[in-house]
T-cell receptor, first 119, second 114 residues
Framework: AQTVTQSQPEMSVQEAETVTLSCTYD???????LFWYKQPPSRQMILVIR??????QNATENRFSVNFQKAAKSFSLKISDSQLGDAAMYFC????????????????FGQGTILTVHP | DAGITQSPRYKITETGRQVTLMCHQT?????MFWYRQDLGHGLRLIYY???????DKGEVPDGYVVSRSKTENFPLTLESATRSQTSVYFC?????????????FGDGTRLSIL
């Protein structure tokens, strides 16, 4: 079974600065997907970024980028030019590549990291 | 508007009571999921469904029952609520086509069991 670990329960950053959230995972699979979700106080789960394991290029979405280290099984999220609206709980999640079979494409989540942004 | 909706948003009930959380999606997604969110555990899968009348257990299914008679609905029932089931519950759905399609989440139901 896959496991996902976020070792930073809380992080803080000054507005306009850069912060990196860590995520490690354990799997025996070679192909899979990794996701970062943002959960603001409104409780919504918002997809931030997605990475396919078979792609060596790190995914980017505007101010959000990842550092994907497949051999190290590491998937960190970098937020550049942090904004007050970035304050939220961030979850790292793993999904097996094949969506059918017994996995049904279910997500395995890390414990979450609370990000505080200081003005 | 199209999307995934959960109801109620908040619910307080007592131990031993039966409670049903509703989930409705308008995308005709094949896959639907129920998760619970607890501090220190992230989100954990309770049950999932690949299509109408096809459901299976996730990581923490004990004490929960699901059904899926229609593609768009996936209710979660706590047959005899216990305090350990106090949590925030999320429903999610995903299209069956293609790889890597993300799950879309409802806004969650905060359930308190006294």
């Amino acid at each position: 079974a896959q496991t996902v670990t976020q070792s930073q329960p809380e992080m803080s950053v000054q507005e306009a600065e850069t912060v990196t959230l860590s995520c490690t995972y354990d799997t025996s699979e070679s192909d899979y997907y990794l996701f970062w979700y943002k959960q603001p106080p409104s409780r919504q789960m918002i997809l931030v970024i997605r990475q396919e394991a078979y792609k060596q290029q790190n995914a980017t979405e505007n101010r959000f980028s990842v550092n994907f280290q497949k051999a190290a099984k590491s998937f960190s999220l970098k937020i550049s030019d942090s904004q007050l609206g970035d304050a939220a709980m961030y979850f790292c999640a793993y999904r097996t590549f094949y969506a059918g079979g017994t996995s049904y494409g279910k997500l395995t989540f890390g414990q979450g990291t609370i990000l505080t942004v200081h003005p | 508007d199209a999307g995934i909706t959960q109801s109620p948003r908040y619910k307080i009930t007592e131990t031993g009571r039966q409670v049903t959380l509703m989930c409705h999606q308008t995308w005709s997604h094949s896959y639907m999921f129920w998760y619970r969110q607890d501090l220190g555990h992230g989100l954990r899968l309770i049950y999932y469904s690949a299509a109408a009348d096809i459901t299976d257990k996730g990581e923490v299914p004990d004490g929960y029952v699901v059904s899926r008679s229609k593609t768009e609905n996936f209710p979660l029932t706590l047959e005899s609520a216990t305090r350990s089931q106090t949590s925030v519950y999320f429903c999610a759905s995903r299209t069956g086509g293609g790889h890597g399609q993300p799950q879309h989440f409802g806004d969650g139901t905060r359930l308190s069991i006294l």
